[in-house]
C-alpha cells in the first residue's frame, strides 16, 4: 500500500519474516545486494552514524557515482526503527536538493509476520520524490519495486528479478 501526503509518501508492506531477519535484509551490505537496485550499504547504526548506498556493478558500468545515496542515521533501535536522512548523489538536480528523512519501522502483524512501513519525508525535494515514487520512466519503480523485491527476498529465498 501506497499513501502520498503533501510531500510524505508512506509505503507498507507486510512479510512473513522475523523482525531480525527484516532488519538484516535493510542493514546489511550483504543482504542490500540480493534485492532492488542491488547495492551494498553501508551503516554506522548509531545516532549521528554515516550511511551511504553504493552503486551496483551494473550502475556503475552506465556512469553512476560509486555512492548513489549519502546520509545520517537520526536513530537506530534494532530490530524496529530507523530514522536516517537521504540525499541521493546520482542526478545534479537531487544533488541541489535538501537532504530527506526516511523512518523505516518493523512491527508485528495481528495476523503473523511483520508490518513494514516505510515513511519518506521529501519537503523540498520534488525530483527525488518522482524518482522514489516510480513515476519517472526509465528509473525504475522507486520504494514500491524495493519493499515488493525485499518481501520476495524474504519469504522465498529469491528476488522478483532473479539471483
Sequence with gaps: MTTVTGTTQVYKVFIKATPEAIWDALTNPDQTDRYGYRGRVEYDLRDGGSY????SAEMLAHGTPEVMVEGEVIEASPPH?????????????????????????????????????????????????S????????????WAFVLSDLKSLLETGSSIVGE
Excluded: C, N, Y
Aim: a negative charge.
Design 131 to 142: 524518482i522514489v515514487d516510480g513515476s519517472v520512466p526509465g528509473q525504475g519503480g522507486g
Design 81 to 129: 526503527k530507523l530514522v536516517q536522512s537521504w540525499h541521493p548523489l546520482f542526478g545534479e538536480e537531487m544533488i541541489a536538493e535538501p537532504p530527506s528523512r526516511i523512518t523505516w519501522e518493523i512491527e508485528d502483524a495481528d495476523f503473523g509476520g511483520q508490518k513494514v512501513t516505510l515513511t519518506h519525508e521529501l519537503e523540498g525535494a520534488p525530483v527525488a520524490a
Design 52 to 55: 551511504q548506498a553504493l552503486a
